[in-house]
Every structure is written in structure tokens, then in C-alpha cells.
């Protein structure tokens, strides 16, 4: 009796065994840092965004001018006259609005930018911990980076450094 007892136990973990996955992490952020072509890409983005940024400034900027002028201005104008450069402040400031969301609204010319300079990055370091997890068979490969809900994770199963090996980075 001891012994069907011993061997059904001895199945159940064996089958428990042969079941278990094996998982990896990276850390999206530290691979990143370790491409040049990130670190270039970033300053090109922040480059862009500054001139945007200047423009849609310059707008603004022109449109308190015109403002602080229409408030000098405003005992001599006729009525006609008010709505007039009233009208032409509140477009002047629709134009600033406009050209803000054009460039950094959610489907801005910044997102796009980023997104047509990063996506070859992203599905390049994707295919890399693609190819990794198939050699060395892990089910799930998660992003510490992202994953906030990861309080502690062992450095062993971290595979950051192999990304970048595959990558052609040395770490």
C-alpha cells in the first residue's frame, strides 16, 4: 500500500515537474541606454521638439503683443475697431493652439517622429528577446521596466545582457 501511495505521489510531482515554465526578464530602459542610436535619437527628438516648442511660443508671444496693444489702444478704437483686433487676438490664439496640437498632440508630428525613428529599435531588441527565449525556452519574458508590479525579481533570470550580446552591443 505504501508503495501506490508512494508512486502516485512521485507521478503527480513528476508531472507538476514537467510542467513548470521558465520565465526571463529585461529591462527595457537599460538596454535602451546601452544603444548609441537611442541616445542619438532621443537628442534629435528633444532638438525637434525645441524648435516646435519655439514656434508655437513665437505665436503665443505675437498674440500678447497684440493684446497688450489692443489694452493701450483700447480708448481711441470704435466699436467696429474693437471687434476687429478682438477677432484677430482670439484667431491668432487659435492658431498658437493648433500648431501646439499639430505638433504635440497625440497623433502630433512628435509622436510620429518618435514613433517611425524608435519602432525599428523596439522590433529590433523584440526579435532579439524573441530568438533568446526560443533557444532557451522560456514561456514568458517580462519587462522590469514596465512592470510595476514586480517588487523583487532574482538577477539570474534577468537576461538584459544577453539581449544586448544578440543585439551586437557588449555589456
Known amino acids: 500500500m505504501k ?3 508512494y508512486m502516485c505521489t512521485m507521478l503527480v510531482l513528476c508531472s507538476f515537474a514537467g510542467m513548470a515554465q521558465k520565465f526571463a526578464l529585461i529591462d527595457m530602459e537599460y538596454i535602451l541606454k546601452n544603444i548609441p542610436a537611442y541616445e542619438m535619437t532621443n537628442e534629435q527628438l528633444a532638438q525637434l521638439s525645441e524648435k516646435w516648442q519655439g514656434e508655437v511660443e513665437a ?3 505675437e498674440a500678447q503683443n ?3 496693444t489692443y489694452q493701450s489702444d483700447l480708448v481711441f478704437l470704435s466699436a467696429e475697431m474693437k471687434t476687429k483686433r478682438e477677432e484677430a487676438i482670439v484667431k491668432k490664439e487659435q ?3 493648433e500648431l501646439k496640437r499639430k ?3 497625440a497623433e502630433g ?3 510620429k517622429k518618435r514613433e517611425s525613428l524608435m519602432k525599428p529599435m523596439q522590433d529590433e531588441i523584440y526579435n532579439a528577446v524573441k530568438l533568446i527565449s526560443e533557444e ?3 514561456q514568458v519574458v517580462v519587462d522590469r521596466a514596465s512592470a510595476m508590479s514586480i517588487i523583487f525579481a532574482s538577477p539570474k533570470i534577468d537576461i538584459s545582457n544577453e539581449v544586448l550580446l544578440k543585439l551586437g ?3
Open 136 to 138: 532557451k525556452g522560456y
Open 95 to 97: 492658431e498658437a493652439q
Open 66 to 68: 497684440m493684446y497688450k
Open 59 to 61: 505665436i503665443q508671444q
Open 3 to 5: 508503495k501506490i501511495i
Open 109 to 111: 508630428e512628435l509622436y
Open 103 to 105: 505638433y504635440f498632440g
Open 169 to 171: 552591443y557588449s555589456k
